[in-house]
Structure formats: C-alpha cells, structure tokens
C-alpha cells in the first residue's frame, strides 16, 4: 500500500517514538502528522527521525474528534499508540478515559476522514471479558473500535514491552530486568518484546501486508516472528 500520509497519536510513547522513527526513513512517506496536546520539540522529542516531515498539530483532546477529523487526509494511514495506567491516570475512571474514550474518538475520526486502515496497539490478553481492569479495557477497545467499521483495521498486542523509557511503570520496569537475561527461552506468545520491534511490524502490516480482511490481530508472537524474518 503507498499512501503519503501517516497519522500518530500517541506519538511521545515508546511505541509511538519508535512508529515516528521507523515512518520517517520511508521513502512512501512523506508526511507525518503528529496529533498531540501540546506542542512538541520535534528536534529533542525525536532526535532519529526526518525532522522535515514531521507536523505536529495541537488540539483539545476534549475535542478530539471533532478537531482532528478535517486534519486528516483521505486514504491515510494512521496509527493509535496512546495509553497510561491506572497509576498515571490517577483513577480507573480517568485511565478509561485515555485509554479508551480518547482512543474511541480518534478512531472515529479516522472513519469520518476516510482513513484506509488504523493500527492501534493494545495489549497481550486483551478481552472483554477479562478479570483484569486493564485487559478488559483493552479489549472494550478493540471490540469498539471493530463496531465502527472501519476499512481496515488491526491491533498490535504485545507482552511486556523492552526499551520502555524509566516513567514510573515499576512493576514493568522489574520485569523486564528479570526476564530480558532469559528472554530467548519464553515462547514467543509472551515473550517480552521491544518497542522498535512493535512499531516495525505495525509498520509492515499497514503498508506492506497482503491481508485483506477488514480487521486482523497481530500477536505478540507474530511481531517476533517478524524480526527474526528480517
């Protein structure tokens, strides 16, 4: 799929630094438009990617759909990499609302601009009827999101992501430092797996992939997968 446009929210996350970088060096992309809250030092924020193409636009994620909907290109390509935790958020009412009510705007966006697929990362375990808060969220997401209707659409669930910047994610940050040394041994379903891996293959499946459904997963174990093809 060639298609100029590329659309990040999300993007001052691991995840979303990586997808930055990796889209810059593309030679189909031309430009990279960054929807945030507030402005962002493109130089300092992404000091690997091509800096020229690279548009940063602010608007009030109070009014996320309505103000980014005519900032989008028709048949762009866009990609959802915003999440906190419950932690951050303060609460689970306000994690929700980042997590999920941000996300489920955005993406209607995307529908109303006429977005020719979206990738949104979510999470290992992801499912609706998980006993977990965040899981099941994750899986409200991807249930939500299918209900639009989208073109295309896939989502990206990792494990425990490695080369995540210190942002206060102890637990996560712990667990990396012991399972990272004996990573190679833990089948690929939930093997940790770094953010530039993620971001490679969410790139791959937009632009590369020939699958045609209009909705599809890729694994934690297909995004390693991934990088040992390549």
Request: aromatic share 6%; proline share 4%; net charge positive.
């Amino acid at each position: 799929m060639k298609h100029a446009t590329a659309i990040v929210l999300g993007a001052t996350g691991a995840v979303g630094k990586q997808l930055v970088n990796q889209l810059s060096r593309r030679e189909d992309v031309v430009n990279i438009i960054l929807i945030s809250r507030r402005e962002l030092d493109i130089l300092r924020d992404f000091p690997d990617a091509i800096a020229s193409k690279i548009n940063n636009q602010v608007v009030d994620f109070e009014q996320l759909e309505q103000q980014v909907t005519p900032l989008i290109p028709p048949k762009s390509v866009a990609f959802i990499a915003l999440g906190t935790t419950q932690k951050q958020a303060g609460s689970k009412a306000a994690f929700r609302h980042i997590d999920h009510d941000l996300v489920i705007a955005f993406a209607r966006a995307c529908k109303s601009a006429d977005v020719c697929r979206l990738g949104v990362v979510t999470a290992h375990g992801a499912n609706v009827d998980s006993a977990s808060f965040y899981n099941h969220v994750k899986g409200e997401v991807e249930r939500d999101i299918k209900l639009l209707g989208l073109p295309s659409v896939f989502f990206a669930r990792p494990s425990l992501l490695l080369g995540r910047p210190d942002d206060g994610r102890f637990a996560e940050k712990l667990g990396e430092s012991l399972l990272a040394p004996i990573s190679s041994f833990i089948p690929k379903a939930v093997r940790p797996i770094s953010t530039k891996c993620v971001a490679a293959a969410m790139i791959k499946a937009a632009y590369d992939a020939e699958n045609k459904s209009s909705s599809f997963v890729l694994s934690n174990a297909d995004m390693h997968q991934l990088q040992i093809i390549e």
